[in-house]
Structure formats: C-alpha cells, structure tokens
C-alpha cells in the first residue's frame, strides 16, 4: 500500500510512525507533504505546501496512492477532500461542507442550536458595537469566551475574566483584525465550570466508532492558567469520563451531530472531535467541534491503538467501518508538549535543538516544528516537540515522558509540568 499524509505536525508524525508500524506489513511506501525533519526518518518528504489542494491531489494521482491522509484542518476547510474525490483518489477526511463545522464557529454554534445539542449560551457579533452592546447587557455573565470565527490554530478563543478583557479581545479581533478574516465574525459565549474531555469518533457517513478517551490541557501555564493554545499535553483514558457519560455523550451529542449533518446534506466522513466540558453539574456541553484528529490527542490515541491504523482509515474512507473492530492497549498513554519561547503569541523560531533523546518502546518523541539548517536541527514553529509515552499505569507514563522532557535542549523551551495533575488527584496519587 502507497499512503501520503499530509500535514507537518507531530500529529502526523505519530500518523506516520504508527503506519510504519503497520502490524500487517500492508504499508510499503509513505509520502509526507511537506513534513519536518522528525517525519523525514519514516517517509519521504514532497515539498507540496498542505493548502495547495489541487497540487497534491495532481501527486497522488502520479504516484497512484492507495490512501491519502489529511491531518489538519486548513487543507479539510480548502476542500481537499472535494478535489480528491473528483479524481476518483481515496482519500480520509470530510468533505469541505462537512468540515464547515470546524472552519466556522458561528456555523457550528447554530448547527448545534438547530439540532438540539447541548452547548453553551452565546451571541454571534458582526461588528465591535454589537459585541460591545452584548458584553454590556452582560446577559452571558463573566468570566465568558470570546472566539474568532474562522480558523486561528487553537489560539482564537479567549477566555475573559471581566467586561474590560472581552471588550478588549473584541476589539482586538473586530477592530484590530488580529485573525484577519478570521475574527469578522466572533462569537460571545457563557463560560462553563468544570472539566474538558476530548471526545473522538471514527464516521463513515452513518456508523459512528468512539476512539480513546482523551483529557486534553489547553492552558498554556500549569493550573490551567494563560493563554489558551493548541494543546500543550493529553491523557488516555480520561478518567472523568465514566461508561453512563459516555453513553449520554454518544445520544445526546456524537449521533445527533452526524444525523444533523447528514440530513443537511454534509455527510460526515474522517475523524469527528467533541471538545467537551463537563459541568459542575455532570453534563457535557460542546465546546468546539474539529473535523480531524486533535493534535495532541491523535498522539496518545495511536500510542494505545493495537488495531492496524492503514486498514482502519481505509474501511472508514469506503464507508465501511461495520466490518472492523478496532483494539487498545489497555496502558495508559500521556504527551507534554515542548513549545518555543513566546508560544502561541509570537514565537521565536531557529533555536538550535542541543540535545534530544531518543524514541524507543513505549516512548516517542514526535517533532512538531523542527527542520535542518544544514546538519543542525532548529525548531520552525510554536510546538516543537511532542514527548508520548506508555506506562503500566499512569504515574508510571508521567514519569517516563517527563524524563524524557527534562533532556530536550533549546533556547527558550517551555512546558508544562502538571499534565495529568487532576487525573492523578483522582486516582489518589497526588
């Protein structure tokens, strides 16, 4: 089997370091488009960027590839999905209406309104006065999120202690065009106490496989303070999700959305995510939708997946996902992120990477944001480094990925150190 991944994060690292791994040797050849310097040790790199749909679906065509892999969600947004299709080329992901509720918020708040899904109260504003209006009725209460509507890589929504910060991220999304087109909408919502879970379904269009549970840390600081971000570490499983809230989110949430999207001719196919708070109350409310893989959450996902990854995708992109079942390691997996100095704000890139650990069983360390200066590995983005591991329990993962993190060196490297903090409150170890 011929695959190309498309994307250059350490989610598609960890994709194609699992479909190396394939369990039944099916996977002879991978292209990744355009990669980084960690994903250039598994396949070959195609100097293609990831937003010039109609150049890679031309490369897909050449190298007449089996399956193509989209990882995140500019190309899913673009229509990629549209182009590849047309061509008659396999390919995993949803179409562009489909993944229209990632792309726009405002869609997304009321497709769920429409269906009857629960999430937070919000108001849409077009304009600075009107969210200045809103803000100060303040019907939504504070602290609240202020989000960009389109397309920010995790950085457009702000979370507001008072009337003065929302007005204040209003303006500088509306007034200032800090996202550019992609805060000329935003959209006002309540913010809700509790604890977030990373809800991930495989869907053919009709059959929905839940995948790992996942507690991701947006945060970008330990306590879960900052700024928000793309993601800075995960744990799998997610101990705040018990099998009666899995269900409810399953009917209340995950079924609905597909039956709504399919009944508005948006027939969802790829990786379905739920960001979800669980309130004080113990219902789950929708934060977000993503139309991919969660990055970092794909990466402790692959990490527990003992099911072959290549046939997987394949059942779901020829809608045939009643024929599989999919198996997980039943270890615990965590990732802590490595992130640059000034992530997500203004990130300073070309820190030479001094030293770096190896991968090894049960461990990874998946680039993010790296490239070669000639025989110097430098980091090229916001998150470099994605350390996963595995461990008989989830102390044990902890400490295996965060020794792995303390012998990362570069200028200005930044992390978290609680991640999984609260699971292990649970679990009474902390």
């Known amino acids: ?103 726009s918020k405002v869609f997304a708040r009321e497709f769920l309104t429409r269906h009857n899904v629960p999430s937070p109260r919000y108001s849409v504003c077009g304009s600075y006065d009107e969210a200045e209006r809103i803000l100060k009725e303040g019907k939504l209460g504070f602290p609240c999120v202020v989000k960009a509507d389109g397309l920010t890589s995790g950085k457009g929504a702000l979370v507001c202690e008072t009337r003065e910060e929302a007005l204040a991220a209003a303006a500088s999304m509306l007034k200032d065009k800090r996202f550019g087109k992609a805060g000329e909408r935003v959209v006002i919502e309540e913010f809700v106490p509790g604890e977030e879970v990373s809800f991930l379904v495989l869907c053919d269009g009709t059959r929905a496989v839940p995948l790992a549970s996942v507690q991701d840390h947006k945060r970008l600081k330990d306590g879960d303070k900052g700024p928000n971000t793309g993601g800075m570490g995960t744990i799998s499983p997610a101990l705040n999700l018990k099998l009666e809230l899995h269900k409810e989110i399953m009917s209340t949430i995950i079924i609905p959305t597909i ?65 599989v079942k999919v198996e997980w390691a039943k270890e615990p997996a965590v990732c802590v992120v490595v992130a640059s100095e000034g992530y997500p704000d203004n990130v300073v890139k070309g820190r030479e990477v001094r030293h770096l650990p190896e991968s090894e069983d049960g461990l990874q360390i998946l680039h993010g944001a790296t490239v070669m200066d000639g025989q110097k590995l430098v980091t090229n983005g916001g998150r470099v480094f994605a350390v996963t591991a595995l461990g008989a329990s989830l102390p044990q993962a902890l400490n295996r990925a965060y020794e792995a993190v303390a012998h990362i060196e570069f200028d200005g490297a930044q992390y978290r150190r609680d991640i999984g903090a609260s699971a292990l409150k649970k679990l009474g170890v902390a």
């Not at 309130?279 to 990055?295: C, I, M, S, W």
């Open 1 to 103: 089997m011929k695959i190309l991944v498309v994307g250059n994060g350490a989610r598609e690292h960890a994709i194609v370091a699992k479909l190396r791994d394939s369990s039944i040797g099916a996977v002879d050849e991978i292209y990744c488009a355009p990669g980084n310097a960690g994903i250039a040790k598994h396949a070959r790199l195609v100097p293609i960027e990831m937003s010039n749909t109609v150049e890679l679906a031309d490369f897909a065509q050449t190298i007449k590839a089996d399956l193509t892999i989209v990882g995140p969600e500019l190309p899913l947004v673009l229509g990629i999905v549209d182009e590849f299709k047309k061509r008659g080329l396999r390919i995993f992901g949803p179409t562009r209406s489909a993944a229209e509720i990632e792309g």
């Open 259 to 323: 039956a709504g999207l399919s009944k508005e001719g948006r027939s969802f196919s790829g990786v379905l995510y739920a960001g979800l708070m669980i309130g004080t109350d113990g219902k789950p409310r929708v934060l977000e939708f993503n139309a991919r893989f969660g990055d970092p959450e794909c990466q402790v996902i692959l990490a527990r997946l003992r099911s072959d990854l290549a046939s997987l995708l394949v059942a779901v992109a020829d809608g045939a996902l009643a024929d």
